[in-house]
């Protein structure tokens, strides 16, 4: 038996998550393919698109035999952090044998070897990437720049064996998937796991493309310009050839919800946040992982100026802070989180599973090293104090998103608890 693992937010599930899971069992052999999936909040800093269990669903109806949710810790951390806990979850499942992830470059040698000096960090590189830091520069600037001049150097050096010039890795080091995927590498090195990576080469628009006009049929959308088309008018969505974008299968069940409305964007939290903001002081806001300390004074100079969720992350960000930072940071005061992203994922829960995926879920209840949850009900009975801590979190912020939801569309209010399963 032969899995490959995918980790992904399917914000929402397109043609190009398709072709992943299809290369990952023509090409790479897979037998099942496992998905470790954000849940209704994700690691951009915001309410996911559509409901995770729609999202399961549509992954499911795409091809995947098994999608697992991420912690919301997980979901909404930095790069690191969420790639981190994406490999802890399917390594601890202990039957993954390769993890397929999307990038610009579809490089896995030269993504491992970058992985590798963030890992050990030799004292050329550290002592590079302290005096980037020194002068104002955000952290992920200033390792790319360390990273590049510390290749350009040894680049001249006769013991040279990285492989690839300093111009290529700065291409690399541009591109968001790219970064992803380095940051996967680096968690498998960490964690020493058993999980070899593959980088497959994107095909179609970049990262924010949003003009899908010019994609021909081997050629994907962005996820990011599927929500961008969304949030124009209903008569450019209703125009837009969605059947180019989304796969057949899943198709329905993403039109059924632009029906209903029953989908979110960033300005669903722009009442609520508004209300957390102001109960906020700085003695809580120091409560809060990763806030830092200028980024607490710009919250509290600045919350009286707020207008709305975009429009406050716009407002606050600096050289130094990147809006996608702030923007999880305001999504995690939004939902109280106060822990810490776990290295460690301590349990695996099922949003779905194809009805012919039995004997994977067999041999992970065999091999797993951590608890398989397939009913949320059980948690309490399966889970250490831990373990539940973090699973009733990630509950509590999906009912937060269903409160969302409903006020939106107007739809009963189903508790988390009582959400079933997505069965194919």
Not at 53 to 68: F, P, Q
């Amino acid at each position: 038996m032969k899995v490959v693992g995918i980790i992904a937010e399917y914000n929402p599930f397109h043609k190009g998550h398709e072709y992943q899971i299809r290369y990952a069992r023509e090409v790479l052999g897979a037998d099942y393919v496992v998905i470790a999936m954000s849940g209704d909040f994700v690691q951009r800093g915001a309410p996911a698109l559509m409901e995770k269990h729609l999202r399961a669903e549509m992954a499911l109806l795409g091809g995947a035999d098994l999608v697992l949710e991420m912690p919301v810790q997980t979901a909404t951390a930095s790069a690191e952090g969420f790639s981190r806990g994406g490999i802890s979850l399917l390594d601890g499942l202990s039957v993954v044998d390769e993890l397929c992830f999307g990038s610009e470059c579809g490089d896995t040698e030269t993504l491992m070897n970058i992985a590798r000096i963030f890992v050990k960090e030799p004292f050329e590189y550290r002592e590079l990437l302290q005096q980037n830091l020194r002068t104002g520069m955000s952290f992920p600037a200033a390792r790319s720049s360390a990273l590049i001049r510390y290749i350009r150097e040894k680049s001249t050096s006769a013991h040279n064996t990285f492989g690839a010039s300093s111009k290529h890795v700065e291409l690399i080091l541009s591109s968001p998937n790219n970064i992803l995927g380095i940051e996967y590498c680096k968690a498998l090195l960490r964690l020493n796991s058993r999980v070899l990576p593959h980088a497959l080469l994107r095909k179609g628009s970049g990262y924010h493309d949003t003009d899908f006009s010019l994609l021909s049929d081997e050629e994907f959308p962005s996820a990011s310009g599927i929500r961008s088309l969304m949030k124009k008018s209903e008569e450019a969505v209703q125009s837009a050839d969605l059947s180019r974008l989304i796969p057949s299968a899943s198709l329905p069940g993403f039109l059924d919800s632009l029906k209903k409305g029953a989908w979110l964007s960033d300005s669903a939290l722009d009442l609520p946040l508004h209300y957390k903001l102001l109960l906020e002081s700085e003695k809580t806001l120091k409560m809060y992982p990763e806030l830092s300390e200028a980024l607490i004074r710009r919250i509290l100079k600045s919350r009286n100026q707020y207008e709305g969720f975009s429009q406050f992350a716009d407002l606050l960000k600096t050289r130094d802070i990147t809006r996608s930072a702030i923007c999880r940071s305001l999504v995690r005061i939004f939902l109280d989180q106060k822990t810490n992203a776990p290295g460690h994922i301590p349990y695996a829960r099922v949003l779905g599973f194809q009805k012919n995926s039995a004997p994977l879920l067999s041999q992970i209840k065999k091999s797993s090293s951590i608890p398989l949850i397939t009913k949320a009900a059980d948690a309490s009975a399966i889970l250490d104090k831990t373990a539940l801590r973090l699973f009733n979190e990630t509950c509590a912020a999906s009912n937060l998103y269903e409160m969302l939801l409903c006020h939106k569309t107007g739809q009963p209010f189903i508790h988390e608890m009582k959400k079933p399963l997505r069965i194919i």
